[in-house]
């Protein structure tokens, strides 16, 4: 299984050969062109239940709502969860995509705010060994889809292994999520940590989600920024926060997105304000795509059922 893993890590370390792969994969209709590559934003964490699923979900409705065709991935290996949050029942995900049962076609789903969305695999239904027989086409396919939207949300799940970083190599940006509590600033650090001794380090930001006070999360980012940049020579920016919110439980509840059950909520009001502060970083001079975002994505999931 080792040696399988190791050809997918090789197919993302060619990045010039991933490429020309999309280069001739045909932009989908209303596409912005096979030579533009959508943005690709990856939410992850030093630990679980920061909350990172239901940010990234909500984070992407509110970046759809403000004209951009998003697509969310849920690359949570093993803990896919995005498909509950709001309410989805879909046929197959992408465990069956990457498997090579079914196309990507047949898995994306429609989702709230008109966002589209590919559910996540669950590890236990799909073996390395169908994965890899044809890892060429797996990419073509899913290369494509990279032509066809502007932003790639990704929720990586939480966690400090080779997968997540194979992921963050990939990635435009990484948005570490913490909370305030001092386990989980502590492991944001040892995150933020992993990922800029990566050779291609990607671009890194923070959010602090289940906020009590805006001034609280304030603290908290300038702490992180300004210790990652003493201790790791690495600047992290602070992107926002998300207040602690009643409602955001009630949608759970519910299995509804919080930011489309309550729109005037804090929690609502604050994610559409950190939608905003990316949009308003993607004006700021064009910094190159990085290629084959969807090629680490299947040695994200090779790598983890090696580790499994």
């Known amino acids: 299984m080792s040696d399988q893993a190791d050809g997918l890590r090789q197919l993302v370390q060619a990045r010039s050969g ?24 990856v939410l992850t964490s030093g630990k679980g239940g920061v909350g990172t699923s239901n940010l990234a979900l909500n984070l992407a409705i509110a970046l759809g709502e403000r004209g951009k065709r998003v697509v969310l991935v849920d690359a949570d290996l093993g803990l896919a969860n995005i498909d509950l949050l709001c309410g989805l029942a879909p046929a197959c995900d992408l465990g069956d995509v990457l498997a090579g049962d079914r196309t ?8 709230p705010g008109g966002i589209r969305i590919i559910p996540g695999a669950h590890a236990s239904r799909t073996l390395i060994e169908s994965l890899v027989d044809s890892p060429r086409r797996l990419i073509e396919e899913l290369s494509s889809l990279e032509t066809s939207a502007d932003l790639l949300v990704v929720d990586a799940g939480s966690g400090l292994g080779p997968s997540i970083a194979t992921l963050a ?32 380090p990607p671009a890194l930001g923070a959010v602090v989600n289940q906020a009590t006070s805006l001034v609280e999360a304030s603290e908290v980012l300038a702490r992180l920024s300004a ?15 998300i207040r602690s919110d009643p409602h955001v439980p009630l949608a759970v509840r519910a299995r509804r997105p919080f ?18 502060v990316l949009l308003e970083r993607d004006r700021e001079p064009a910094r190159s795509r990085r290629p084959g975002f969807f090629a680490a994505l299947a040695a994200r999931w090779a790598l983890g059922r090696v580790a499994s």
């Not at 999309?22 to 959508?38: I, N, V």
């Not at 210790?227 to 926060?241: A, C, H, I, K, P």
Request: charged share 25%.
């Open 18 to 41: 991933s490429s020309a792969v999309a280069e001739r994969t045909p932009a989908a209709p209303g596409s912005r062109g096979t030579g533009t590559r959508a943005r690709s934003l």
């Open 227 to 241: 210790s990652s940049r003493q201790f790791f020579g690495t600047v992290v920016e602070g992107l926002g926060s």
């Open 259 to 276: 930011s489309t059950a309550y729109p005037a909520a804090a929690a609502s009001r604050d994610v559409r304000r950190l939608a905003r």
């Open 104 to 111: 990507l076609e047949e898995a994306i789903v429609r989702g």
């Open 169 to 200: 190599a990939a990635a435009d940006e990484v948005l570490v999520v913490t909370t305030p509590e001092p386990t989980s600033v502590a492991d944001a650090h040892a995150a933020i940590n992993r990922f800029r001794r990566l050779a291609a």
